[in-house]
């Protein structure tokens, strides 16, 4: 019988020979008796394999199994001598499956997560990426969950696009020209005629301009997947490429769309609570104090909600405090979403209506013909987790803002079609999957919650 550690970790004794498969944690190899703790990332916790070496004689064998290396172990599970954990495995045959020599970088010693990074391909192997991996996964499975339960529809939109969703132009750009010698119009600009797609072509930076179109016939969609923003931001919750999640409801409006964000991040706090509770006592105990009963918290109480008008009224009191002071118009940048969910709502806030220069330009107008139906979720410790709005589905009006803001309307006209066939309202929003991670992992480094990370001057691995 082969099972994953998790579930040998459950057995209870018996004369029965099983075999686990893992790799070694570490080692404490005694006069009489020899430890190893393997694990097969099933688990936080490894098994505790014991081996008897008055009986168990092969040493030469004992000695190539060192930290890090691949082995099987065979033998009966019995209740544990040492007490901490239920149970162990009384080695009666053991199987180097491969070896690991003594330059393996990840020994016994607690590791930085800076130097973790350099070693991008080892790291899941540390209890820290180890959580941080089931969790996420977790998380992606509940995020299916919740809307599939709810009668989405899952659609996938397009990774490569001709056009700029936010209108902020980070976008990064494929081509198949040689930029050494590019074909050249007649005034001399790049012939993107010539190109693979035929023009210009970028990677997007949001599904949603798809996602309303498969909206506009399936009522309610989401989408998750990658997108891609060339952002020159080094923080610690910005990636050039990340996973967006991006529900859009037809026959839907802004208070609609915001009952949907709340339940719909509740519903996968929730499921992490109860899936992975040794994981999330991992990251209260060594990451972050105190992270458990804070989405305990989240779960349990109602969001706050303030215009943006009104945030902006509260943080302008205490300006003196801010490194950007603020005023009606200005962005609110993470210390003023710090200060209005940790300060004074101590729980997440959704802040709407903000001002039409400082969001995109599919976001419904006001009547005031100054701010837009737009919501950003803001959480504690981390800022803004989620943007979404109401979108403009009045085809006059879209196309004044359109012209306001220079957009071209043949870029856009398939988008516009939207507007004149059956038009009706719609909203949704995008959650950034990594910075979700990051909230209910306490994790601090948006680097450390995706596999492999990709920012300003890194590519690797
Ligand atoms: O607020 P954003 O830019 O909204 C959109 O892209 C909309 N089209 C979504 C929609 O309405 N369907 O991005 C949505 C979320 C942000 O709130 C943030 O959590 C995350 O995506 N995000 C990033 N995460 C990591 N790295 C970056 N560079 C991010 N930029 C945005
Ligand atoms: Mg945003």
Redesign the pocket.
Known sequence: MKERIKAIREMNPSNEIITAEGWVRTKRDGKNVCFLEINDGSCLKGLQAVIDKSTFTDNNLLDQITTGAAIKAMGKIVESQGGEQGVELSVTALELVGPCPQDYPLQKKRHTVEFLREKAHLRPRTNLFGAVTRVRNTMAYAIHSFFQENGFVYVNTPLITASD??GAGEMFQVTTLDLENPPRTKDGKIDYTKDFFGKMAKLT??G?LN?ETYAMAMKNIYTFGPTF?A?N?NTA???AE?W?V?PEMAFCDLYGDMEVAESFLKYIFKAVLDKNAEDMAFFDNFVEKGVISTLEHVINSPFEHMTYTDAIKLLEKENSRFDFPVHWGSDIQSEHERYLTEVIAQRPVIVTDYPKEIKAFYMKMNEDGKTVRGM?VLAPRLG??????EREYRLDVLLERMKELGLKEEDYWWYLELRKFGSAPHA?????F??AVQYVTGVAN?RDVIPYPRYVKNADF
Request: hydrophobic residues 30%.
């Open positions: 969703c936010e930076v949001s949603q996602g923003r952002e931001s919750r910005h990636l990340f967006m991006e950003d803004e987790i989620i943007g979404g709005s949704g929003f995008g959650l950034g990594e910075r948006i």
